[in-house]
Nanobody, 116 residues
Framework: QVQLMESGGGLVQAGGSLRLSCAAS????????MGWYRQALGKQREWVAT???????LYANSVKGRFTISRDNAKNTVYLQMNTLKTEDTAVYYC??????????WGQGTQVTVSS
């Protein structure tokens, strides 16, 4: 079983920045792919970004050029640097990982609120 601990959410003005972190622990299996999703109030959860163990980066079009995903494999931690935030980025952000047994785990979510 993998536990995911997220941090870094909060309230920021439009145009500002936030950095989310998510640390994975508790599994004897290696962490493979790590990523972020988000869910705005009244909307479905949507994919934001993914980083593979070898460093391949993928981004949703809505965040490309503004968000940067990275990871520290030694710490089993994934980060999401969010710049030039917009009000439409307001959502609960969820960390997710796949271990090398292809099991998926989710964090509890962290609120990001962007004010105008």
């Amino acid at each position: 079983q993998v536990q995911l601990m997220e941090s870094g959410g909060g309230l920021v003005q439009a145009g500002g920045s936030l950095r989310l972190s998510c640390a994975a622990s508790g599994s004897r299996f290696s962490i493979n792919t790590m990523g972020w999703y988000r869910q705005a109030l009244g909307k479905q959860r949507e994919w934001v970004a993914t980083i593979t163990k070898t460093g391949t980066l993928l981004y949703a079009n809505s965040v490309k050029g503004r968000f940067t995903i990275s990871r520290d494999n030694a710490k089993n931690t994934v980060y999401l640097q969010m710049n030039t935030l917009k009000t439409e980025d307001t959502a609960v952000y969820y960390c997710t990982v796949l271990d090398n047994a292809n099991r998926q785990y989710w964090g509890q979510g962290t609120q990001v609120t962007v004010s105008s």
